[in-house]
């Protein structure tokens, strides 16, 4: 296994050649009837090591429409702007998370490793237990002591 990139934002890992685990540690925004274009040059990647559509503003982009305190707006009526240094996932505006039970997981293969061997796939699944592991040390930390999940960081007790 080799880190391929780590930040803020995401962790990517090969297992192996054309076999990319990615653990992504935010959530998309809730931001429904919103519409915006960014154009080329008002962004740049957050990680320019990785092939992918994580992208961060180096300028501010107007949104239109959704809803506002007053209610709901017009499609082409300004709401307001993504400020320099807002973070983009596949064009879709994303915060960031703390807590692992929360990040989102999967692979990213290359079409000749969809096929394999029993051991194969057991040695591909060794490396992503091995991975889970390092976000889930501290497991006990999102939990009370009841057993009940705890949605808030937990300050020391």
């Keep these: 296994m ?3 990139s780590t930040n803020e934002w995401q962790d990517v890992y ?8 990615i ?25 320019p090591d990785v092939s992918g559509r994580l ?55 290359a079409y000749k490793n969809l096929c394999g061997s029993i051991k194969y796939w057991d040695s591909i699944a060794r490396e992503i237990q091995r991975i889970m592991s390092l976000y889930m040390d501290n497991w006990d930390k999102w939990f009370n002591k009841d057993g009940s999940f705890c949605l808030e960081d937990k300050k020391n007790e």
């Design 55 to 109: 992208w961060i503003l180096i300028r501010p982009v107007k949104y239109y429409g959704g809803y506002n305190d007053e209610g709901e707006l017009y499609c082409n009526e300004e709401n307001g702007e993504f400020p320099e240094g807002s973070v983009f996932y596949e064009e879709r505006p994303i915060e960031k998370i703390d807590n692992p039970y929360f990040f989102s997981c999967f692979p990213r293969v």
């Design 14 to 21: 090969r297992i192996t050649d054309g076999y990319l685990f």
């Design 23 to 47: 653990v992504n540690k935010f959530r998309e925004k809730e931001m429904y009837g919103v519409t915006y274009k960014i154009p080329r040059n008002y962004y740049k990647k957050v990680s």
């Design 2 to 4: 080799e880190i391929v």
